[in-house]
T-cell receptor, first 114, second 113 residues
């Protein structure tokens, strides 16, 4: 069974700092990769996704992620965080041939200090 | 877009009881998935419904069951509730081609006492 690991459970940054959240998955076949964000009291929202093509994916709100197949990684980055980025971030994967099941990582709780 | 709506938002049940959670899909979506999110963890896939039939199931026992209706709304039923069933239950709707992504509801917080 595939699994997704997010090694940083809690991250605290000051505004304007750069952000990188790690995500590694275990499945060796074709995968589709997602990052979701959950703001306090709100539903999960899609930040970005990778299905194929350019491994550097740009999403909403200035976020981007890079798919590195050899490292089974899909790290999320943002050059300069804002207080409004305080939220929980989830990496998720679907298998390419059975894309109906999202496997989520455990999440990273980001706090941005003003 | 109407989004995904779930009801109720909060629920308290006693161990051994049964519960039904409801979900209305986003307009135009024909597939609905249910996830369980325990406190401090990522969501875990329960099952998915497409064309009113189960179209994939995660590692959950048979006392977790579901329905999808012709209007693509859905129910999650849990029988013989256990304390560990306490969690946030999320509904997500999508097209069967998941390239277009999933839209999640805000969830139902179930507490089993």
């Amino acid at each position: 069974a595939q699994s997704v690991s997010q090694h940083n459970h809690h991250v605290i940054l000051s505004e304007a700092a750069s952000l990188e959240l790690g995500c590694n998955y275990s499945y060796g076949g074709t995968v589709n990769l997602f990052w979701y964000v959950q703001y306090p009291g709100q539903h999960l929202q899609l930040l970005l996704k990778y299905f194929s093509g350019d491994p550097l994916v740009k999403g909403i709100k200035g976020f981007e992620a890079e798919f590195i197949k050899s490292k089974f990684s899909f790290n999320l980055r943002k050059p300069s965080v804002q207080w409004s980025d305080t939220a929980e971030y989830f990496c998720a994967v679907t298998q390419g041939n059975a894309g109906n099941m999202l496997t989520f990582g455990g999440g990273t709780r980001l706090m941005v200090k003003p | 877009e109407t989004g995904v709506t779930q009801s109720p938002t909060h629920l308290i049940k006693t161990r051994g009881q049964q519960v039904t959670l409801r979900c209305s899909s986003q307009s135009g979506h024909n597939t609905v998935s249910w996830y369980q999110q325990a406190l401090g963890q990522g969501p875990q896939f329960i099952f998915q419904y497409y064309r009113e039939e189960e179209n994939g199931r995660g590692n959950f026992p048979p006392r977790f069951s579901g329905l999808q209706f012709p209007n693509y709304s859905s129910e999650l039923n849990v029988n013989a509730l256990e304390l560990d069933d306490s969690a946030l239950y999320l509904c997500a709707s999508s097209l069967v081609d998941t390239y277009y992504g999933y839209t999640f509801g805000s969830g139902t917080r179930l507490t089993v006492v």
